[in-house]
């Protein structure tokens, strides 16, 4: 019976040999074209809180990033992918954001994903919500926090200095941050020129470093499985080849439809709820 006891370690182990040493390329070749193109609407928090989809999906010409938070999971015909599904500009919306995910979180993926963003055009959707004395709170930081992405900001040597270090100054401010004590320490070596706290970061950032790598095939793992089709509720005749007040008059319409029980002209199913 003691022999078959170490069955299980011996296959835990040799399962995490395979996952660390199985080639980067030959994750990425699972990784399919159409599976990027699918994942520019899926709003996948793994897609978001990663770089390898980011990056293939921003690699093409023709993708035009849309950046914000909840209001980008508000599917109707009018929504930008819908209506330039309809109406074919040359260019595919790539959605990023979901609630919770203000200004500071944007500031992460911006820093790992800017030799892709260089000279190209977006849209940020900035929410007056975000706006309040405190920023971003842990309830909300913690969901949304990307690891890899703090790594990335390490290793960042491109990055302006004294952004980098503002940026490592409100990172700390976190529990989510402050709990990886490999991470904490080089962050806060980067604030402080003691001696003492540079030894303990050169020690950690070999160790950093491994970290960092192991994320990066992680997050090819999640890749592989993506998140799911969102149902977009699309009907292109609403708004193929309409001009700007045809589309206001058409998108008042569709929701006066849905805000009759009230008067405040919410959406029905948010006010009854």
Known sequence: MKKYAFVPIIIAVVLFLVFIFFPNNWLKSFISDKKVQRAATELNPLMFQGDYVQKKILK?????????SSELARFDPFHPSNYFAANKKGFTPFLYGRGGMQSLIH???????????????????????WFHEEGID????????????????VFNQNIDSKLKKL?????????TVNRDQILSTLYKAELSNTKSLRFKADCARPIA????????KK???????????????QNPKL???????????????????????????????????
């Not at 100054?169 to 529990?175: E, G, Q």
């Not at 929701?255 to 199913?269: L, M, Q, T, V, Y």
């Open 167 to 175: 940026a490592m100054a409100r990172l700390l401010t976190f529990n």
């Open 239 to 273: 708004v193929k080849n309409k001009s700007w007040d045809e589309l206001v008059i058409s998108a008042e319409k569709y929701g006066r439809k849905r805000a009759k029980s009230n008067p405040f002209n919410i959406s029905n199913e948010f006010h009854n709820s």
């Open 219 to 233: 997050d090819l793992y999640y890749s592989l499985f993506g998140g799911y089709q969102r149902k977009r509720h």
């Open 60 to 68: 093409e010409k023709n993708s035009f990033p849309i950046y914000g």
């Open 138 to 153: 842990d309830a909300h930081f913690s969901p949304n926090y990307s690891r890899l992405q703090a790594y990335d900001l």
């Open 107 to 129: 500031f992460m993926n911006f820093a790992s994903q800017a030799d892709q963003l260089k000279g190209k055009k977006l849209v940020f959707i900035i929410s007056p919500q």
């Open 209 to 216: 470093y491994l970290n960092w790598r192991l994320l990066q």
